[in-house]
């Protein structure tokens, strides 16, 4: 009598014919399990970090292209599973298009259909490009991941890029795992994240080898190696560079405690004429609540002040109430000019002083397309989501601004926060990084967790504190290590006093090499992709 197979067995042969059934699927039930597939995949992300979930996300991903035939098949399969991700993932913004439900609600389901489809084009590239090569086993995996980290990197800059959700943020959880980011940017992360993710595919793909056979073992052993001591080992590398940072909150620039105010006025509110003024004098109650004593700055958020400062010098005087004795009010708003082509609009960062005069301003130059804009206006007949009837106008582009009291700073209004590589000006590098942004169009969703995230892993990256402040939060200062020293949650009125934490000793690695690490990767790892394939065919 043959013996019964012990539970590991009964497992792996349920696996086994569990890929089986994944590459017979056809039709719209291999496109609807791939849609899941990556939906389930999104769920790693941002607030929800459910990381073990990308392990059966790519895994039948990876399974559903084995009964794929053809290029056409593997890209729809590709697209679908890109579809599901980033349906999932960026579902909050047609929030957005329910702060004025009356004009923009109509618009809701195509927008976020719309941008969703356009997305998943990126991960169809990758899936399409592994299946055009046709290997198999390990150099399948390693393929891929090179692939998805390509059209990531594609993303953050095409048309106007829009690199959120990269998949090396569901580790913005963990400064340990941040570290990587020092060196490789958030890329190194993405390709870590995969590679581990796919890995056990090859235990049971079609015609894997037999765990007694060489290749079985080659198979094991290279699943071990990514999926367990890959991670570990940027994870101890991680705790050994933040065990000889400074302790947390403990090294603050000399001179100089921050005031963050997050008022989280409601988005709805928040141009209504009757109710502007009172919006400024609850974020002056803010600024003084408690007395200023040892408040050397104080700031507010993007478009916290609804009103065009320039010509408003009554409204300067108020302000000015705000500003503590020698420091500054450092706050958004829009900035309007007549010009000889008629009047143009920026969205922009000013500081004031106590005479309530406006000392700098920056512009913000990354607007958001059909946010602070409308792409072919005159074409599609569409207006922006913003007040106001005119486009913003982009600003120059990135500054070090110097302010009185404070180190050099670079602004990021806004998502300017998400790009890898462009949140610092290399000719004039700044020592610390202020993003003021409004995430209430988004309400209580992912959305501002993921921007948060995003924003968290750019001081890691650059080596430099970030500050956030945020109408309706997530308000917080970051040390130079993507530690957070202070934070306020989302929805919470409330103020912060904080350090500002001092910069890391010279540059990162990535602030010098900038996205070129990016295609250095994927260079490597299409090499080492290769070399797998010619010794395990």
């Given at each position: ?153 594609l993303r953050s800059w095409i048309l ?26 958030v890329w190194g992360l993405s390709l ?201 106008s982009p600003g120059p582009g990135l ?139």
């Amino acid at each position: 009598m043959a013996a019964e197979p012990g539970a590991g067995g009964v497992a792996r042969g349920r696996l086994a014919a569990l890929a089986a059934g994944l590459a017979g699927l056809s039709g719209w039930r291999r496109l609807g399990v791939a849609a899941l597939c990556g939906a389930l995949a999104s769920a790693a992300l941002p607030p929800l970090y459910l990381i073990p979930l990308l392990v059966p996300a790519f895994c039948g991903l990876l399974w559903l292209l084995d009964g794929a035939r053809g290029p056409r098949q593997a890209a729809f399969l590709g697209w679908s599973f890109g579809f599901g991700h980033m349906l999932s993932g960026l579902y909050w913004i047609g929030i957005a298009f329910l702060v004025d439900a009356g004009r923009f609600g109509v618009l809701m389901p195509f927008a976020v259909l719309g941008m969703a489809a356009g997305m998943a084009l990126f991960p169809a590239l990758s899936v399409l490009l592994v299946a055009w090569t046709g290997w198999r086993g390990p150099a399948r995996v390693v393929l891929l991941a090179g692939a998805w980290l390509a059209v990531e990197w594609l993303r953050s800059w095409i048309l106007t890029g829009f690199p959120w959700n990269l998949l090396g943020t569901v580790w913005a959880f963990s400064p340990e795992m941040l570290q990587l980011a020092a060196v490789t940017g958030v890329w190194g992360l993405s390709l870590i994240t995969l590679l581990a993710a796919a890995a056990p595919a090859v235990l049971w793909e079609r015609d894997r080898p037999d765990p007694g056979q060489r290749g079985g073992r080659v198979n094991l052993a290279f699943v071990a190696a990514l999926l367990i001591l890959l991670p570990a080992a940027v994870w101890g590398g991680g705790a050994l560079r933040l065990s000889g940072a400074p302790a947390p909150g403990s090294d603050g620039v000399e001179g100089v405690r921050l005031r963050l105010v997050q008022p989280a006025i409601d988005q709805k509110l928040k141009w209504r004429a009757e109710l502007r003024k009172g919006h400024v004098d609850k974020q002056v109650a803010l600024s003084l609540a408690g007395g200023q004593e040892g408040i050397s700055h104080v700031i507010w958020a993007e478009t916290a002040v609804p009103y065009f400062l320039a010509g408003e010098p009554v409204l300067r005087r108020v302000l000015s109430g705000a500003v503590p004795e020698g420091g500054l009010l450092l706050t958004g708003a829009p900035r309007g000019e007549d010009q000889s082509g008629g009047p143009r609009v920026w969205n922009s960062f000013h500081a004031l002083n106590k005479r309530g005069e406006i000392i700098a301003t920056y512009d913000k130059h990354h607007l958001v397309p059909f946010g602070e804009y409308t792409p072919l206006r005159g074409l599609l007949g569409l207006v922006k989501l913003t007040a106001g009837p005119r486009d913003f106008s982009p600003g120059p582009g990135l500054r070090t601004i110097e302010l009185p009291g404070l180190p050099p700073v670079s602004p990021l209004i806004c998502y300017e926060a998400i790009f890898p590589g462009r949140v610092a000006d290399d000719g004039a590098r700044p020592e610390w990084l202020l993003n003021i942004t409004n995430d209430a169009w988004f309400g209580t969703s992912s959305g501002p967790y993921q921007h948060f995230a995003s924003a968290r892993i750019r001081s890691v990256e650059e080596g430099l504190p970030l500050v956030r402040v945020a109408n309706s939060g997530i308000s917080a200062v970051i040390d130079s290590h993507g530690r957070v020293i202070a934070r306020l949650g989302l929805n919470q009125v409330g103020v912060i006093d904080s350090i500002l934490p001092r910069p890391r000793e010279g540059a990162t690695l990535y602030a010098r090499f900038g996205n070129l690490t990016a295609l250095i990767l994927v260079l490597v790892v299409g090499l080492f992709s290769l070399i797998l394939h010619r010794v395990t065919a």
